[in-house]
């Protein structure tokens, strides 16, 4: 048998779930924090728990307009009580006397000795030379009273550190009163795309492209991710085939980042000029990903010139991702995604993945597992994108997910598949 030239050696594939241990292995939190307005903190990480000073609602408060009473004041419908004082929203009443009940409306303090309210639609004003109000239903105690602290109770621990906030917890956060949220920075990216044949839209009109030029795609998508993940994104553009050119955007780039993520290059290919460059300037690990699309994957570290940022330490992380436009797609989603919520400091990283019935059939199984394009029907069921290769990118914009199908499996129409969703991946 003859030894295969050194380009087309076959390298042991990995499975996905050992290149994500590895990988996530590597990506302790980044040390740095700082102080953001609430307003400004949707998307970022909480950098320490939020302990609140004070109970929500801070008094026991109507949930209706109507009038507050003493429940046992009322032990039969249409008995009339006198109107002794009216308390709105933002303004606290007298103690309430027996036998009386106090004009409420929705946010008002109790007033001291009522322990109900009835809602005006249960009522009728009665006329005369006192005010009073005929109560046309029994009130039971408690009702349409909203508990001092049903919501948070002081020195709990509403929101904990490494929570990413979501518009609803920039609302409980401001209603414990902060204006300002210390959150973890957000992580530096250097981006970059290579190959020779990539041209970026605008630069030449589809009648001029040479032939085997193609528009560079995954920048635009990859950057759109990176902002999507709250990171601040240098991109860097185009960086030609060559070792030197490579050299150059990689050194630059490790300084003052804390991620450097590219797109194409990582395959064994003599035109593949990623691998090599990393290895001279730190070190890197490349993975045949036993996942489809998305073979060929690379983790590496990038050494930074001596006190190019002390902060940040010796080295930048390196990512390399396929060239294959879907495969890049997927991997981010897969593996960049959670590489950098840890980043972050954000714990929970798995996938979330829900039981679909596939309305389709997969008659030829890969020896890979398998990610496909899929798309949720009216019928609740999952419909499959009929071109399935990795340079299809139609397939990421019709589909709305992903079923992650074990290797070696074929689907018939009606099985219970693995679905994940776009909206879950890029929430
Ligand atoms: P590579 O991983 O560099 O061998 O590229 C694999 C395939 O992906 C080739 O067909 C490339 O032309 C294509 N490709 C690489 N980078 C991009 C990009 N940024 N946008 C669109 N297609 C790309
Ligand atoms: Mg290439």
Known sequence: MTTP????????????????VNLLAQAGPLSSTEMVATFDADGRVLAQDLVSALQVPPNDNSSMDGYALRAADVTEAGKVLPVTQRIAAGHSGEPLEPGTCARIFTGAPMPEGADAVVMQEDTVEVGGNIHGVRILAVPQPGQWVRRAGEDVTRGAVVLARGERLSPAS????????????????????????????LVMPGEVPPEAMKPGA???SNRFFLRA?????????????????????TLAALKTAADHHDLILTSG??????EDHIKPAVQQLGR???W???????????????????GADPAAGEACHFIGLPGNPVSSFVTFLLLVRPFLLRLQGVDAVAMNAVTLPAHFTLSK??????????????????????????GVLTSTVWGDGLVDNPAGKTIAHGDLVSFISFADLLA
Do not use: W
Request: proline share 7%.
């Open 265 to 270: 290059g990582v395959s064994v290919g003599e």
């Open 288 to 306: 045949q990903i036993a996942m489809k699309p998305g073979k060929p994957f690379a983790y590496g570290t990038v050494k930074r010139d001596a």
């Open 365 to 390: 199984a890969d020896k890979r597992r398998e990610f496909l394009r899929v798309r949720r029907n009216a019928a609740g069921g999952l419909d499959l994108f009929p071109n399935q290769s990795s």
């Open 170 to 197: 920039l609302g409980l956060a401001a209603s414990l009163g902060l204006a300002h949220l210390k959150v973890m920075a957000r992580p530096r990216v250097a981006l970059f795309s290579t190959g020779d044949e």
């Open 214 to 216: 193609i528009y560079n």
């Open 225 to 245: 991710l990176l902002h999507r993940m709250g990171c601040e994104v240098s991109d860097l553009g185009i960086v030609p085939d060559q070792r030197e050119a």
């Open 5 to 20: 030239p050194p380009s087309q050696t076959r390298v042991p594939l990995t499975s996905l779930d050992d290149a994500m």
């Open 284 to 286: 890197l690990d490349l």
